[in-house]
């Protein structure tokens, strides 16, 4: 039982990991003209732009700190996670 929790926590934190790269990536092709058009810019805007327009207040005139914002959030998601399976498996 406590492998299938630490793999469970493990598999959880990998994935949130693969979304953070994922929003970092999404935000460096800001610097890029014409990147957000691309195939990989349109694939990671579906991806990416749904959890960040939860973020959208963070906004300072044109700039928007929205991928900060949930990168942030998505740490203490995935270091809840973490804990939660500490909780468990010292509860098993």
């Known amino acids: 039982m ?10 959880a934190t990998k994935a949130i990991d693969v979304y953070m790269f994922a929003i970092v990536i999404y935000a460096l092709l800001s610097w890029l003209p ?3 058009q691309s ?9 990416v732009e749904p959890f960040e327009q939860l973020f959208d207040f963070a906004r300072v005139g044109m700039v ?9 959030v998505l ?5 809840g996670i ?11």
Do not use: D, K
Request: aromatic share 12%; net charge positive.
């Open 2 to 11: 406590i492998e299938m929790v630490n793999f469970i926590v493990w598999l």
């Open 39 to 47: 195939t990989l810019g349109r694939l990671l805007g579906r991806i």
């Open 82 to 92: 973490i804990f939660l399976g500490i909780l468990i498996n010292n509860h098993l």
């Open 64 to 72: 928007s700190f929205a991928p900060i914002v949930a990168l942030i």
């Open 34 to 36: 014409g990147a957000y």
């Open 75 to 79: 740490t203490f998601v995935q270091r």
